[in-house]
């Protein structure tokens, strides 16, 4: 696992990986606009990693992180959430909410702050991960950049 990792933005060919991958980790694939919205971390052009940024006016919702098991604990999700971070700045966006029923200690870690649902911004409420993908007791998180 000593070959470089490599950052990129998802291709069309990249979904059936970027599926498995949430798949594996027990996320929800419904919503997903497709490949447009992903963050790739490769080992050897394989993609390990994912994350997704949804726009919603100013707002972003920072969906869909996961990485191969394998290679998690080795400082890999926090950069894959870092580099998300930085596109998610590049790209205007103000505010990033996300929900999660596993890994709220982490995102803490990365500033995240835990809301009520009823702060999410309007806009964030019509997606459909906040309406039905994740369930009412996913804890929801907010970054303001």
Not at 30 to 35: E, F, P, V, Y
Not at 62 to 76: I, Y
Not at 93 to 98: F, K, M, R
């Amino acid at each position: 696992m000593n070959e470089p990792i490599t950052k990129r933005r998802a291709k069309a060919a990249d979904f059936t990986r970027i599926a498995q991958l949430l798949r594996d980790a027990e996320l929800p694939l419904d919503g997903l606009k497709g490949h447009e919205n992903f963050l790739l971390l490769c080992r050897n052009g394989r993609v390990i990693g994912c994350a997704a940024i949804e726009r919603y006016a100013q707002y972003g919702l920072l969906r869909s992180v996961a990485l191969e098991p394998q290679e998690r604990r080795h400082g890999l999700g926090r950069r894959l959430v870092q580099e998300a971070l930085q596109q998610a700045r590049r790209d205007g966006v103000a505010e990033l909410i996300l929900l999660t029923t596993t890994a709220a200690p982490f995102f803490e870690r990365l500033g995240f702050r835990a809301i009520t649902r009823a702060e999410v911004p309007q806009p964030v409420r019509a997606s459909v991960e906040f309406r039905s993908a994740c369930p009412e007791t996913a804890a929801v998180m907010r970054l303001v950049l």
